[in-house]
């Protein structure tokens, strides 16, 4: 009963990654440009899908997808972060936490199952080249893009519910940047050895499945590609799947290290540079990733600055 009257405080303090101000200083002004860039790139990578007909194909239909989630991903944790960089008391209310806990893990979840649909339509692409069209049609596309997102909400919603009904009586001392599922349970003032189950169990169902199913897609990929005398035209099926591939390197890499782990734990430092990795330097990477890597988008570019110097001219005479 005790217990009970103590679980419910009103703020957490989130410890962050330094104390020292000179650092904290540092690291603001660091995080700050990386989050104006991801937020550009983004942007810019969403307008030009819709400004560019010849990119709207199933491919960079789930790429918009992509860059809404990770501007979302980002802006759910570097915003508070960085106010934190400013000031002594680095408090976060318990409602804010919550929905800043739901948010980052729904947006997670979203963007693993999104790369596993994104596999799917490299491997129709590459595999089933004269039935593409056929295959990926709007209506599909919509309902894959739409399962992305229900998914890693309702699974995010599970968790939060689950994590912010457990007891942290007096502990509201948070080592983390951001309220981070692992972190806050660490939290609680009873046996979370169910939770930490749970998390387990949900990270096999929303990771781990998706992960063998983009191995098995490019096991197929690969194997079509091997098939096809011609090298200019390996080359060009491997370009189509190229960005993709990288991309899903980064992302599945991490998380698997982070919430995988059948012997031991992850650092609380290893926690935080992942957390990191997620909240700024992926979303930063993935628009110059299937920019730089992808010839479509470069022609997009390339036409879009075409149209912007022309009525520039137009408009100076």
């Known amino acids: 009963m005790g217990i009970k ?63 809404l989630v990770d501007v979302s991903y980002a802006t759910s944790i570097v915003p508070q972060m960085l106010a934190h960089f400013l000031v002594k008391h680095k408090s976060i209310p318990f409602v804010s936490c919550a929905a800043q806990l739901f948010f980052s893990l729904s947006l997670g979840g979203i963007e693993f199952v999104l790369l596993t649909v994104m596999a799917y339509d490299r491997y129709v692409a590459v595999c089933n080249p004269l039935r593409y069209s056929v295959i990926m049609h709007g209506r599909l596309c919509t309902k894959l893009a739409v399962t992305s997102w229900i998914s890693g909400s309702l699974n995010s919603l599970i968790h939060t519910s689950i994590t912010f009904q457990l007891p942290t009586c007096t502990n509201k001392f948070i080592d983390h940047i951001s309220c981070e599922i692992l972190a806050v349970v660490r939290l609680a003032c009873v046996d979370t050895s169910s939770n930490q189950v749970i998390i387990m169990v949900s990270s096999i169902i ?112």
């Open 5 to 67: 009257n103590q679980t419910w405080v009103k703020e957490f303090i989130l410890l962050g990654l330094s104390s020292d101000w000179t650092t904290q200083v540092s690291l603001f002004v660091l995080f700050l440009i990386m989050y104006l860039l991801t937020v550009l790139g983004n942007v810019l990578i969403l307008l030009l899908i819709r400004l560019d007909s010849r990119l709207h194909t199933p491919m960079y239909f789930f790429l918009s997808n992509l860059s």
């Open 206 to 317: 929303l990771l781990m499945t998706p992960f063998c199913l983009v191995l098995l897609s490019y096991i197929k990929i690969i194997s079509a590609i091997l098939k096809i005398r011609s090298t200019a035209g390996r080359k060009k099926a491997f370009q189509t799947c190229a960005s993709h591939l990288t991309v899903v390197v980064l992302c599945y890499g991490m998380a698997i290290v982070t919430y995988i782990q059948p012997n031991s734990s992850p650092s609380v430092l290893q926690e935080k540079l992942i957390s990191l990795f997620y909240a700024i330097l992926t979303p930063m990477l993935n628009p110059m990733i299937y920019s730089l890597r992808n010839k479509e988008v470069q022609g997009a570019w390339q036409k879009l600055l075409g149209q912007f110097s022309g009525l520039r001219t137009k408009l100076a005479t």
